[in-house]
Structures are given as C-alpha cells and as structure tokens.
C-alpha cells in the first residue's frame, strides 16, 4: 500500500536548502572582509534585527492569522528582560540571558494573546494595543527596569558568546547573524511542521480546525508565544547588537507598525518575506535621503527627509496591497520564473 | 468506548475489506436502553449510532427545527432531503456541535449530550464536510488532507521542530494516509496543489478526503454534490458508497438531488418548515403524499437541485 510519490517535475530544480547554504556562506565568509564599518552599523544590524521581528510577526499574523499591533512591546520586552537578567544574575551567560529574555517575552505575548480567544481581525489588532501602551508605560514608569539610570537610557551589554569578544562592528554583525539565522531556521522548520500546518488551518477556517480537532485555543496561545519569544530575541540584538543602549523609546507604536509593514511589503506567510521586507525598510529611508540630497541639496533636511519618507512609504504600501497583496516574495518569484523561462529557452 | 482508535484498528486489521461493514458494528450496552426504534425496517436488530431525541433549535422567532427524533444505525447512508430552509444544515449543525439545540438531546453511541463537544467531535469518530467550501486555502490538497489527522497528533511543536521523538513517525504517518486517501479518490494528480486554486468540484472532493482520512465512524456530509455537474455528481455518489464499504462508515448525507438520494440511500427523512414529515425507505417516500407536496411535487424540476 505504499503511496508511490514522483517527486519528478519537469524542469532540473535546485534543492531548496541551496540558496540559503550558498546566502549563508557568503554572509559568513565574504561580508565581513569587503563590508565597511557603514555597511554593518547602519544596514546590515537594523536589517537583521527587523528581519528577525518579522519573521516573528509572520508567524503570528502571517501563519496564524492573528493581526497584532504589538510587536515593539515584545522587543522591549526581550531587551530590557536580557538587560536585567545580564545585570542581576550573576554568572549567566550571555546567551542564557537571551533565552530567558525570549521566555519572558513569549509569557508576555500569551497574556496578550488571551483576548484572541475571543476576539477577531480588527478588534484583536486594537486589544493587542493594550500590549503595546501598557509594556511601555510600566518599563518608564518603574525605573528598576533601567537599573534607576536618571534618563532611562541604558547601555547594553558589551557582547561575548564563550569568551570571545564581539565589540566590534563585524563582531556584533557575527553575533546578530547567527542568532538571527539559528532561529529563522527553526521558524522555517516549524512552520512546515503539523503546527505550522494547524496555524493555517486556523487562520483559513477556524470552525472547520476546531471540527477536525486541531486544539484551538492551545495552538493560537502557542502562535502568540512562540511569535512574541522570537521577537522578543529581535529586541535584543536590536538593542545590544544595533542600538548600544536599552531605552523604551525606541519600541513604541511607529515601531510596531514599522514591523507590520514589512511583512505586509515582504510577503505574508514567508519567512523569507520578512527579510524582504526588512531589507526594503531599512534601504529604502537612506536611498531616499542620498536621493534628495543630490535632488534638491540643503533644503532636505531632515525634517523633509522624515516627512517625504512616511508619504512614500505610505504609497508604496498601497501600491503592494492592491498590486502584490502577497508581496515582494511574489514578484521576486515570478521575476526569478521568467529569468529561468527565458534562459531555458534559449 | 474509544471510538477513535475502535476504528484505527479496524483500518489496520484489515484496510480494505467489506466484510468488516457486513459484520456490523458491535452495539454499546447502554444504547439498547435508549429504548429508539428506528422507523425504517432495515436494521432494528442494531443499536442505532446516532439518536436524536426531541431536538428543538429556533433563531430568533425562526424555528430552524422542531422536536425532532431521528435514529441512524451502523453502516447505513442516511438522506436528509427537503426544501431550501428545511433545518437540514442545522441538523448537521446540532449532530456535529456547532449549534446547541434549545431542547432535546443528541445520543452518539449511546452517550448523551446536548451539546455535541466540537473539540473532542474527531476523538468521537465523527467527521463532516460544509454545504460552503470549509478547506483550508493557504494548504496543499495533500497538507488539508493531512490535517484531517491533526486530532491524533501528540508531538509538541519543539518536537517537530527538531525532528525528535514521536514526531517524525507521525509526519510520515499522516502524509502516507492522506496519500492512501487521495489515491482513493483519484486526487492523486492534484497533491501539490494549493487547495484554494482548485475547481470547485474537486475542492469538494478534497473536503470529503480530508473527512475520511480520519476513517470516521460517523460521516456527515452537507450537500456534497452541490453545484456539480451531473457526471461529477454521480462520481461523487460512487465515492461516498465506496467509502461506506471500504470504511464501514456510517453517513448522514444532504442532498437536494432526489434522483441521486434514491439511488444512494438506505433511509430518507424528509424535513419541511424544521418538522421531520417523514421518514423512510427511498420507494416509501416517492410515494408519500405528504412529501410529495412538500417537495417532490415539482420532482421534475428538482432533478437538478432545487435552489441551490
Ligand atoms: N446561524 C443562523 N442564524 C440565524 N438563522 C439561521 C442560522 N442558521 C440557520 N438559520 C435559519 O434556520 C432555518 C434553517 O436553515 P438551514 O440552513 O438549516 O436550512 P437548510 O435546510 O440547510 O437550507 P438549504 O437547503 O438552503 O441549505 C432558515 O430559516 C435559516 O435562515
Ligand atoms: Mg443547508
């Protein structure tokens, strides 16, 4: 009775662990050497960092189905907990602090998670608000989480994985690379498991989930746990990796926004959609800004700059609902079809 | 009684022989003291595996069902026929726990309840299609049907993740009957396909192989046939009279399609207005004055489906 499966298309393919191996080969051996101190503080950390946010959102929203407004608090969350576990117990290591932080962040999401159990679309997206003011308010309300520092600014922790240093702007690129990498690749394999497979069965038609007795509730709980752990590990390198300091100001509503859209533009459901996304967000601010400088020389300054950003971003946001609703991934997709078409053709 | 694993066992004893549906179910020792006689003459000598007893269900000032009583025995296609509005998807509703009917109660093996636990309803080993496509668009044809198996998993996604434990055999477990399935019926050429992009056809045939990969006691099938054209419709007759030989699986099936209904079934209730107004073998009811007023009055009009 074995199935017989034909795993034969027509066209020779690549395997598909390919294009990572060779992208990771490259970014371990090659960035490194030719990039530029500019390259890593000012693209590559923030790219990783949000990259990281959005596959962690994706799989929240993306996978499951469930909108949520409240990724920054989970990132402020992860950083200001991997700052204190740092600070107070002694003689964990740094990655152990980073666990923890995730752990801490992911209890946080399932108490925001809770009201998705009741509610849906529009009004989940405003409750999971609530996440978002309230982690704010209590991490600037109560100073012992910024260790009573008057400004509430913080600096982070220098940056060692088992005695060996990562100060510098290539070593914390190393850092936030492997991290980053370790768990989109986890991402990758749970998503293509039976609970990446309930997640969407959740999110495409619930009553039918609950009838063929995918537990509901537990997996919805599990998307906002396992969502806000991952992001919560994106605040951490974002803060410790990026940044140099932990502040709450960083992480607020612009912010979960910012990690929204670059789902939206990057593809929902696909982890690769997230760096897309991540890629074109950060790229796409200092283009503009080179753009206008050379344009229109001193008049753009930055507040223009800031203004003309938001009013672009905003169209192109439009532009990617209503032309590529399944965003950038999409179009590279088919870009990447028609090159193979026309190569084969030949 | 783990109805569940009764029927796994039964799928790995012997997969594909009508015997298993010859010798019948065993009956549970409380359901003979339901006390129901069934109205049809086929099978009195087993307990019924389904009962409902005076189910009263109203929206509003609608009255969707009204004190109804019907009895389904093991191994039988039951119909539910009647006209748009009848109460026939909100029978289905009640049986399978979406809805919690007013009043009444619904016995499944002989275990009473009034309200069906939809969480557990797969563990119950009943499973169901909808009247509007319920699959899961964003799946392939062969993950929907997988995941018609998701009750039984009991890996935790770290598992999974890593590809440690019980996991890794329930992957391969799951995706290997769910091939088995569409195999079954004749799915096999679309597996890899995104369910949502499918032909509505064949999107309803995905819905019934994601029901019966779960190999259900109990099938509930809410106009299956809808919308197909004729020789997709008496594809799909074939297929549900296969999978009651092949699974020994009992079916409850809505259908507005009076010719296939007759061809298909053991016992027909003809619902009217939420009132049960009759209940019998196909010839009974073909000539049933009451049903022919009611609904088959304009049988020749009917051939196709009244009000789809
Ligand atoms: N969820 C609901 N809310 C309000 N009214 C409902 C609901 N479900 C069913 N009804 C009403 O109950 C009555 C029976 O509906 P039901 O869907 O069970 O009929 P049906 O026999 O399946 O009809 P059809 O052949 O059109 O599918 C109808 O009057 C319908 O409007
Ligand atoms: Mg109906």
Known sequence: MAAITSDLTSAPVLPKWIAPVLLLAFAYGVVPLIGSSYLFEAILLPFLALGLAGVGLNILTGYAGQVSLGSAAFMAAGAF??????????????????????????????????????????????????????????????????????????????????????????????????????????????????????????RDNETAARIIGIPVLKTKLLAFAISSFIIGVAGVIWAFAYLRTVEPDGFDLDRSFQILFIIIIGGLASIRGAFFGAALIVVFPLGLSRLGGFLLGDVFDSGVLDMSQRIVLGALIILFLILEPDGLVALWDRIRRRLLFAWQST | MPLASYALGMMDASVYAPEVFARGLPSTPQSSAVGIVPAGSIADAAAPLLALQGIGLSFGGVVALADIELSVNPGEIRAIIGPNGAGKSSLINVISGVYRPDRGHVLLDGVRYGQVPTQRLAHLGVARTFQNLALFKGLSVLDNVASGLAYKVRSNFAGQVLGIGRSRGEQRDSLSRAGQILEFLDLTAVRDRLAGTLPYGLQ?????????????????????????????????????????????????????????????????????????????????????????????????????????
């Open chain 2, 204 to 308: 309803k045939r995905v819905e019934l192989a994601r029901a019966l990969v779960a190999e259900p006691r109990l099938l509930l099938l809410d106009e299956p046939m809808a919308g197909m054209t004729a020789s997709e419709k008496s594809e799909m007759a074939s297929f549900v009279r296969a999978a009651r030989d092949r699974f020994a699986t009992t079916v409850v099936l809505i259908e507005h399609d009076v010719g296939v209904v007759m061809g298909l079934s053991d016992r027909i209730a003809v619902l009217d207005y939420g009132r049960k107004i009759a209940d019998a073998t196909p010839d009974e009811v073909r000539n049933d004055q009451r049903v022919i007023d009611a609904y088959l009055g304009v049988a020749s009009d009917n051939e196709d489906g009244a009000g789809i």
């Open chain 1, 81 to 202: 907990a991997a700052y204190n576990f740092n600070l107070r117990v002694e003689g964990l290591p740094l990655i152990g602090s980073i666990v923890l932080a995730g752990i801490v962040a992911a209890a946080i999401g399932i108490v925001f998670g809770l009201p998705s159990l009741r509610l849906k679309g529009f009004y989940l997206a405003v409750s999971t608000l609530a996440a978002q003011f309230f982690v704010q308010w209590a991490l600037t309300k109560f100073s012992w989480f910024s260790n009573n520092s008057a400004s509430g600014v913080i600096d982070a922790p220098r940056l060692s994985i088992g005695g060996l240093a990562l100060d510098g702007a290539v070593g914390r690129y190393l850092f936030a690379l492997t991290i980053v990498s370790i768990l989109t690749f986890l991402a990758y394999r749970l998503v293509s498991s039976q609970t990446g497979r309930n997640f969407i069965a959740i």
